[in-house]
C-alpha cells in the first residue's frame, strides 16, 4: 500500500464548475500538508500549503485536512481554461524534509 | 529574486553511462533535494542536501548520489545507467526550517536507450 492514494483521473469538467480533489494517507506522523500544480513537461508550482488539520483558502483555491479520516482535499471554484493541469499532493512530517507524493490528478478545464 | 534552475533541460543516454545533473537553489536557500519523477507518477524523493551534508536519502541505489557546494548548488550523478532511469529529474530548494517548504526547478528529462 502507497504511503499517499490519489486518483489519477483524468477528471474533466466544463468551465464554471467547482472541482474537488483528494487524497488520503497512512502515516500518522505527517503534520505538513501541500498541493502542488504542474503543467506538462514542466516542474510543480507549490498552490497551497497547511500545517495540521483545517482549512486554508487562497482566492478561488480551498485546501482542507482532516487528520482524524487522513484525508486532504483541494477545492477550485469557477475553474479556468489555464487550471488544466496536473495535481500533485505532497506531504510531510517536517516541512523542509522529505515530501511524499501521491500519483497527480490529470485535470482538463473545457471552454 | 532568481528561482530554482537546472541544466540541462533535456539529455540522452546509452545503458552504463554516467550522468551529472545540475541545480542552482533559490536565493537565500541552503537546502536541496532532489526527486524522480517517473512518466505519469509523482515524484519520488532520492536525497536532500543542508549546508554540504546529506541529510536523508529515499529508496534508491548507491549509483545515484550527489553533491552540494558552498553556494548551495548541488550535483546529482548517476552511474552505471538503466532504462528505468530514464524520468524527469526534479530539484527542490528549501530554507531548511521545519515551517518551509520546497520550490522545485524545471526539472531535467533524461531518456536512456
Known amino acids: 500500500q502507497k504511503e499517499v492514494e490519489q486518483d489519477p483521473g483524468p477528471l474533466s469538467v466544463p468551465e464554471g464548475a467547482i472541482v474537488s480533489l483528494n487524497c488520503t494517507y497512512s502515516?500518522?506522523?505527517?503534520?505538513?500538508f501541500m498541493w502542488y500544480r504542474q503543467y506538462s513537461r514542466k516542474g510543480p508550482e507549490l498552490l497551497m500549503y497547511?500545517?495540521?488539520?483545517g482549512n486554508k483558502e487562497d482566492g478561488r483555491f480551498t485546501a482542507q485536512v482532516d487528520k482524524s479520516s487522513k484525508y486532504i482535499s483541494l477545492f477550485i471554484r469557477d475553474s479556468q481554461p489555464s487550471d488544466s493541469a496536473t495535481y500533485l499532493c505532497?506531504?510531510?512530517?517536517?516541512?523542509?524534509?522529505?515530501?511524499?507524493f501521491g500519483q497527480g490528478t490529470r485535470l482538463t478545464i473545457n471552454p | 529574486e532568481t528561482g530554482v534552475t537546472q541544466s540541462p533541460t533535456h539529455l540522452i543516454k546509452t545503458r552504463g553511462q554516467q550522468v551529472t545533473l545540475r541545480c542552482s537553489s533559490q536565493?537565500?536557500?541552503?537546502?536541496v533535494s532532489w526527486y524522480q519523477q517517473a512518466l505519469g507518477q509523482g515524484p519520488q524523493f532520492i536525497f536532500q542536501y543542508y549546508r554540504e551534508e546529506e541529510n536523508g536519502r529515499g529508496n534508491f541505489p548507491p549509483r545515484f548520489s550527489g553533491l552540494q557546494f558552498p553556494n548551495y548548488s548541488s550535483e546529482l550523478n548517476v552511474n552505471a545507467l538503466e532504462l528505468d532511469d530514464s524520468a524527469l529529474y526534479l530539484c527542490?530548494?528549501?530554507?531548511?526550517?521545519?515551517?518551509?517548504?520546497?520550490?522545485f526547478g524545471p526539472g531535467t528529462r533524461l531518456t536512456v536507450l
Open positions: 536565493s537565500g536557500h541552503n537546502t
Open positions: 527542490a530548494s528549501s530554507g531548511g526550517q521545519p515551517t518551509d517548504t520546497q520550490y
Open positions: 497547511t500545517y495540521s488539520s
Open positions: 502515516n500518522s506522523a505527517f503534520q505538513y
Open positions: 505532497a506531504m510531510s512530517e517536517s516541512g523542509a524534509q522529505k515530501l511524499v
